[in-house]
């Protein structure tokens, strides 16, 4: 059992609150810069302080994360006193380098890769957890909190984090903006959006066993150019969405002539 | 029980075979160009006479469903025989209009809003089938046919339908090229394409029950250009995943944008 700070209580924030007290930690405090935003947990959590200004935290945590929007690390790391020789400063960051906190004794970054929706639990112990930190010996000690929460930690260094969070932004930020695409031309033509869903569940099913690029189906997987064409022009009144038809049918086309090269 | 006739053996084509089979109808005959493609169905099928010849086709059914490529619809259609009165001649396209069957005495549409897979067995009772047939009468009987293999049927005349197969590329094709393109920055950057997995089940969780303009996350919906920027540049070796994201934060930007406004 870890004792916790945790420094922000947004919407990740609220989530890592639930999920560490679920797995039996202590979470000894909450920052939070809005005090307001707090309030109606304070009677809820009378073993937590919840606290507006980061002097006032207690420093004997086993670990102080970060929780707050990237561009929000760097003063927070800056702005936290100099915290107990055993404690662990991380963030919880897929887009910010571990060296934002390198001026802390110990440091890392406690990654869960993702997406959280205020209200709507999800099931921590299938979350991705990736990891890493300034010594092994860090590692080691996120490694195991990490553990506490889910099956799936994995330890992943500065670069392969980045580059991780800009596939995660193609995988379900750029793939859920399709969806609503699809859907807003569905509406449009006053059909049921449900009609889709069988077909996405199917798609995705797929590739749990199968690399994506080998169940690709489609008009530009077929280089099938009529279909194309049609397709365009039942765009022509939503022009951006015709951009974006045509920049992925060629991506696709292209991708898979060179493959077959 | 309907007596069919299917005009086509590729991928559709054998997975609605089975489907018919299973729900008590009787292939009567199965047409393809290259008869040593269904030689191996030839001794496993007996009570179905395959033929290469649309001239030997009996003409007795009470379904003629052509499942061939979008661009050999009208090739077959013209050189179907005057088919029996009880007839529907039908296609199953997405892409193509009613009125390519128009020569026919009763003609329809039977369109399986799913995606298919060599050997991949999918559960028709789930899949959305859209019809469309040239009189109230064709419908009805079209209609029944379908209701036998799935729950989902949907009236959806020309244009909505061809406006679906638009919307259907977005929600599947596109979706799968962009899990393709995060599979091959994972496989670059040597990370294991599997720590995606949850978030793309989560993704498609999340849709089940709400909009998806509405669950849409990441930096370009929070507006966040540093990170946006950052991917950016990590994407400088990939210029056409570089122009995909550059357009896709782009429309997600402008169309939270709007909405706010």
Do not use: W
């Not at 797995?23 to 809820?44: C, D, E, K, M, S």
């Not at 670069?159 to 903006?177: D, G, K, M, P």
């Not at 996405?200 to 009529?226: C, F, M, Y």
Request: charged fraction near 20%; glycine fraction near 4%; include cysteine.
């Amino acid at each position: 059992m870890a004792r916790i700070t945790l420094l922000g209580f947004g919407n990740v924030g609220q989530h890592l609150f639930y999920a560490f007290k679920k797995a039996g930690h202590q979470i000894i405090q909450v920052y939070n810069r809005t005090f307001l935003h707090v309030q109606p947990f304070v009677a809820l959590f009378p073993k937590t302080r919840f606290v507006e200004n980061l002097h006032s935290l207690s420093l004997d945590s086993d670990l102080y994360l970060i929780a707050v929007s990237d561009n929000a690390i760097q003063i927070i790391s800056e702005n936290l006193p100099t915290v107990n020789v055993g404690g662990v400063v991380a963030h919880t960051s897929g887009a910010t380098s571990i060296k934002v906190l390198n001026t802390h004794p110990n440091y890392g970054v406690f990654y869960p890769l993702q997406t959280f929706t205020a209200g709507h639990e999800v099931d921590f112990s299938r979350i991705p957890i990736c990891i890493d930190g300034d010594t092994e010996s860090t590692i080691y000690r996120i490694e195991k909190i990490a553990q506490s929460l889910s099956k799936l930690v994995y330890r992943i260094n500065d670069r392969q984090r980045s580059i991780l969070h800009v596939a995660a932004v193609f995988a379900n930020n750029f793939t859920n903006h399709l969806f609503a695409i699809a859907a807003e031309i569905c509406r449009e033509n006053k059909i049921p959006f449900d009609i889709l869903k069988p077909l996405i569940a199917e798609t995705i099913h797929k590739i749990q066993t199968q690399s994506p690029d080998l169940v690709q189906t489609g008009p530009a997987k077929r280089k099938d150019l009529n279909t194309i064409q049609t397709h365009l022009r039942l765009l022509e009144e939503q022009p951006e969405f015709r951009k974006i038809y045509q920049m992925l049918s060629d991506n696709i086309i292209q991708m898979h002539s060179s493959k077959s090269d």
